[in-house]
């Protein structure tokens, strides 16, 4: 079985920052990639980013503003997460993708005056 765990949600002012953290457990196939989505109230889910290798990828609404980095030996990923509106806030799902799909409990983040 695969856990994910996040942490780093929190509140902050538009135009602020915030780095979230993913880190993975369990039986990892060799090959996989790591990512972030995230829903906000009455929304549906959405892409915001994933890296394989030193492949990374961004959804439109969040590129030049966010960066996605990982530690694949211990299978963990980050978001660093600038330039912050309040159209970002939204619960962050970590999502592994290999043989199966995994999720993360999700970590809120509020971005507000």
């Known amino acids: 079985q695969v856990q994910l765990v996040e942490s780093g949600g929190g509140l902050v002012q538009p135009g602020g920052s915030l780095r979230l953290s993913c880190v993975a457990s369990?039986?990892?196939?060799?090959?996989?990639?790591m990512g972030w989505y995230r829903q906000a109230p009455g929304k549906q889910r959405e892409y915001v980013a994933a890296?394989?290798?030193?492949?990374?990828n961004y959804a439109a609404s969040v590129k030049g503003r966010f960066a996605i980095s990982g530690d694949n030996a211990n299978a963990a990923v980050y978001l660093q997460m600038n330039s912050l509106k309040p159209e970002d806030t939204a619960v962050y799902y970590c999502?592994?993708?290999?043989?199966?799909?995994?999720w993360g409990q999700g970590t809120q983040v509020t971005v507000s005056s």
């Open positions: 890296i394989s290798g030193d492949i990374t």
């Open positions: 999502h592994l993708y290999s043989d199966s799909a995994y």
């Open positions: 369990g039986n990892i196939s060799g090959r996989y990639a």
